[in-house]
């Protein structure tokens, strides 16, 4: 089958995509019918009150949780129809995800929690992996800190960190499930910036968050409502910079 134009541009693409949880009390819907395109270099954010299915909807697209219908594609791969042991690999040279308490290994120096990924996944020569580790740091902005245990650094520097271990295998999408929430305002605007420059340099990057202000940052949002998009819109200020 030829590929369109249209499906060559799109990182993400869900199609028709429902997930229901099952209870005592029956199925619970938590997302119903989502139909959604997301193109390659683009910074999206997305909003929506507790219960809209906003974690979901990330946990779908990282393939963390599977559909209970409809279809995921990230990258030109179906993310539903992988199994475990598919999604694994996948996600570990597709995908780099960005939690919102770090979830760096804390026995681990921030060195060799950036290498971690790269041991996993061996797309990178081990020979290598160390010196690309110290780059990623240098990237953004903690050089100094690579022989350091976690609990050393502050929330900025330990997600910074965790910027670094996701870019690690230089995956073409970032992910973060409310990466900013647990800093304090300046250092998630820092965060954002950080996240913009490496929109510049090609990335894809989908945020939740919580924080209109920092939505504003974005050049989309998607507000999701009940399980639904409420609304997609593209930020003016942002499309012209």
Known sequence: MQTTDYEKTQLIDLRGLVKNYRTGGGDVPV??????????????????????????LIN????????TGGEVLVDGHAVHAM???ELARWRGRSIGVIFQF???????TILENVVLPMDFCGRVPGRERQNRASRLLE???????????????????QQRA?????????????VGDEPTGNLDRRTAAEMFGLFESLRGEGKTILIVTHDPELSRRTRRVIHLLDGCIEKDHSNVAQRAA
């Open 31 to 56: 997302l119903r019918n989502i139909d959604l395109a997301i193109g390659s270099g683009e910074f999206v954010s997305v909003m929506g009150p507790s219960g809209s299915g906003k974690s979901t």
């Open 162 to 174: 965790a910027i670094a271990r996701a870019l690690a295998n230089d995956p073409p999408l970032l």
């Open 102 to 108: 770090f979830q760096l290994i804390p026995t681990l």
């Open 139 to 157: 990237r953004v902005g903690i050089p100094e800190q690579a022989d350091k245990l976690p609990g050393a650094l502050s929330g900025g520097q």
């Open 60 to 67: 779908m697209i990282t393939g963390i949780d599977r559909p």
């Open 83 to 85: 199994s475990e042991d």
